[in-house]
């Protein structure tokens, strides 16, 4: 039993059969707890070019027709399409495979089998489990303590080494009467599984079972990238990858995102993560503090709006009267003040004015520039006093 997406995993369309179809109902996760049931059909065909999910590798997306697949299935040998319109059985359709989606899914894939073999033939690290991300960074689950960066960085180079000699990789399969079947039996094969298996042969580095969809070539892969790596479950690490196209886009994300950090501070990439960082760090540290005050007042002289702002968002507004300045403690600054909208709304213009300052604000949230910064006691005592009659209210 093979799909034709798995006998040609470059083939992107395909001519089939409706053979039935019948009423169904999805549930969807949109990320975030947000579930979703969507009423439609299931559909099956003679054959696919979409890949249900398998091996680790999700599945596929793409058309039936006009009709889009939101989700493709196995149920034993078929694969289940779900679409929201009826299609008719008998009918002949025009299968296409959301293509970008597959392909970068077959390089992650790929990707995995390879830095699998390497970690196991230059450092005998067993793989235990991997996972395909959306659109991020994927995982490889080593049966290892431990993984140094130099060991991650040879298991880097070897698998680009092995990308630019152009290995092909093959697909074959093995039936039950085939001598190798009994061997590759013994490597772990379901004891429910019936029928021939099949084998991705990446040829001279390594032979595995498995359902997915891989590339034909390691040029394929384009290039692997071991971003690092970090402690997994109990004595296993995991190793964080990206192979192919996602890396380039990944390349210009991040260029970007420096760019635009870089452009927000003028004063270079590093002194900004180290503000980042200590902001959630402060936050936190708030956080932990078994009796908590109702006001948390702070002033860093080398902060920003920014610093002020992950503060305030990290410990939250709903609670606590947040008051935070930066700035020369002398001269001028910046000023936040945010909490429950009853008190700020109407706190936030007197503590700017304290403040000799221009400022404005909404929704529990005050802010502005501050000339006089030497007044700050002055603003900080107006604030615990109004927060402390509340308290007692
Ligand atoms: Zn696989």
Known sequence: ?????????????????????????????????????????????????????GGGQPDDRGTIGETPVLRVTRRGPEAV???????????????????????????????????????????????????????????????????SAQQAGAIEEEANRLIRRRVPVTVRIIGTDDPEFEQVRSRGLPDDHAGPVRIID???????MCCGTHVANLSDLQAVKILGTEKGKKNKTNLLFMAGGRLLQYAGRSYGAQRSLTALLKSGPEQHSLLRDLAVLTARDFKTRPQRDKLFSLHRKEGDNEFMNIIANEIGTEVT?????????????????????????????????????????????????????????????????????????
Request: with cysteine; aromatic share 8%; net charge negative.
């Open 1 to 53: 039993m093979a799909f034709y997406c798995q006998e040609d995993s470059y083939a992107t369309e395909l001519s089939a059969e409706v053979v039935s179809c019948t009423p169904a109902q999805l549930h969807t996760d949109n990320g975030g707890g947000r579930k979703e049931t969507l009423s439609g059909y299931n559909v099956t065909l003679t054959d696919t070019v979409l890949f249900p999910e």
């Open 321 to 393: 009267v947040l008051f935070l300045t930066v700035g020369d403690e002398k001269a001028s600054g910046l000023f936040l003040l945010a909490g429950p909208p009853t008190i700020v709304d109407h706190l936030g213009p007197q503590v700017c004015q304290i403040l000799d300052g221009k400022g404005a604000g909404k929704a529990g949230r005050f802010q502005g520039k501050a000339n006089k910064m030497s007044r700050r006691g002055e603003a900080e005592t107006l604030l615990r006093e109004v927060v402390s009659a509340r308290g007692e209210e």
């Open 202 to 208: 990446m040829e001279g580095v390594d032979a595995n």
């Open 81 to 147: 399409h779900f679409v929201t319109s009826p299609l008719e059985p008998g009918a002949r359709v025009l299968v296409k495979v959301d293509w970008q989606r597959r392909f970068d899914h077959m390089q992650q894939h790929s990707g995995q089998h390879l830095i699998t073999a390497i970690a196991d033939s230059l450092y005998g690290y067993k793989t235990t489990s991997w996972e395909l991300s959306r659109g991020g960074r994927s995982t490889i689950e080593l049966d290892a303590a431990a993984v």
